[in-house]
Structures are given as C-alpha cells and as structure tokens.
C-alpha cells in the first residue's frame, strides 16, 4: 500500500520557538494532503487541508498564522507551529489521498510535540 | 455537521471472545465509511473502506457493515487475540465532500490473553 512519512517522530521545545514538521508521500504523488489534530485520549480533529501549489483551507478555530502549512510539492507538505505554548502539545498526523480512483486514506506514522 | 459516535468507548474481552464495535453518524449523504486501527502513540492503519452503495466488506477476521439509511455502521471481530488490542476509529468524509474525514472518537479494545 501507499506509504506517508512524517518528519520528525518526536519533538520537545520551549515555549515561543517555532516547530516544522514535513509530512512526504513517498511512493505516489498527492495533490491535496490533510493535517489532524489528536489530544490524549480524544479523536482526530481535522486542522487544514493542504493544497499543492495554492493557500491551505483552515478549519474554523484553527489559527492559520500560528499554523503555517506550506504545499511545495506533489509529495511534501509541511506543518509550521509558530511560536509555540504548551497547549499546542499534541500529536500531529498527516494524511494524504492517492490519486483519483482510490479513496482510501494513507496516514503518517504522526508527530508527537511537546512545548515545555 | 457532519457528527460521529462510537460506543462503548473502551472494551475488554477475552482472548477468543467474537464482538462488535458500533459508529453511528448524523448525516446519512455520505460517499462511504471507513474503520481504522491506531496503536498506542501511532498513526492510523486503514482496516476497511465500505461505499454508500455497499452494506458490507470483510477482510480476514473483520467485517464492517453499512446501514446509510440509520447512520450506522459496525465493526465485527471474530475470534479476538491480543495483537487486536488497539484503538478503532470510524470516519466519514462530510456531506458534499469525498475527501476530507470526520472520525469519531473511537473504541478503546484490550484482548486479554
């Protein structure tokens, strides 16, 4: 099956520095990637949509200044946290859809943040 | 809004033990339903895809059933083992959408040996 990476696994940082986290498709090309959201035990929140080539859809509540998301290319996105505090501690998950034919979602392995 | 349910939230069983894991959802228009698996700290493994045209999919010891008109749908597990021991998370795209996913909150399983 189709393989979502993220990068990186684990990050611990201090309050007010800035986080990038990349999230590659690595064996198919991904026109429109997703960025989640997970809290200790509660579900998956969608964060933004993110599209190659044009400005990332932001979910209502979801600061897009604070969240960068940047769509480079056809494999890669990224996920800035700008200024971080520990209430954005969480685990990040990417997802990213193969071209159209297959509706399955694939899923990064995520990114657990830690802001100290 | 699209608004997704699953009960119970946490389920322990005995190893060998057949059950059902229950998603409901409020919207009925949906493109199809999918069930993942998350392992503790990790990201999601895709178990089953179901269309709206279909009521059923089955893939080895799991079948996951359809039902659009009621908004629901369930997982069923036969045989259990302790390697089922995860988290299962229902989603559907939302009304008018194909592509993005709303989970429910998800089923925690223990399959004690």
């Known amino acids: 099956g189709a393989v979502v990476s993220q990068h990186p696994s684990w990050v611990i940082c201090k309050s007010g520095t800035s986080v990038k986290i990349e999230c590659r498709s690595l064996d198919f090309q991904a026109t429109t990637m997703f960025w989640y959201r997970q809290f200790p035990k509660q579900s998956l929140m969608l964060m933004a949509t993110?599209?190659?080539?044009?400005?990332?859809?932001?979910e209502q509540g979801v600061e897009k200044d604070k969240f960068l998301i940047n769509h480079a290319s056809l494999t890669l996105s990224t996920l800035t946290v700008t200024s971080a505090h520990p209430e954005d501690s969480s685990f990040y998950i990417c997802?990213?859809?193969?071209?159209?034919?297959?509706?399955?979602?694939?899923f990064g392995p995520g990114t657990r943040l830690l802001v100290l | 809004k699209q608004e997704v349910t699953q009960i119970p939230a946490a389920l322990s069983v005995p190893e060998g033990e057949n059950l059902v894991l229950n998603c409901s959802f409020t919207?009925?228009?949906?493109?199809?339903l999918q069930w993942f698996r998350q392992d503790p700290g990790k990201g999601l493994t895709s178990l089953l895809l179901?269309?709206?045209?279909?009521r059923e999919q089955t893939s080895g010891r799991l079948n996951a059933s359809l039902d659009k008109s009621s908004g629901r749908s369930t997982l069923y597990i036969a045989a259990s083992q302790p390697g089922d021991s995860a988290t299962y998370l229902c989603?559907?795209?939302?009304?008018?959408?194909?592509?993005?996913?709303?989970f429910g909150s998800g089923t925690q399983l223990t399959v004690l040996p």
């Open positions: 919207d009925s228009a949906i493109y199809n």
């Open positions: 989603a559907v795209p939302p009304p008018g959408s194909a592509r993005q996913l709303t």
């Open positions: 993110s599209n190659e080539g044009s400005k990332a859809t932001y």
């Open positions: 179901i269309q709206s045209s279909q």
């Open positions: 997802s990213a859809r193969p071209p159209i034919g297959q509706e399955t979602q694939y």
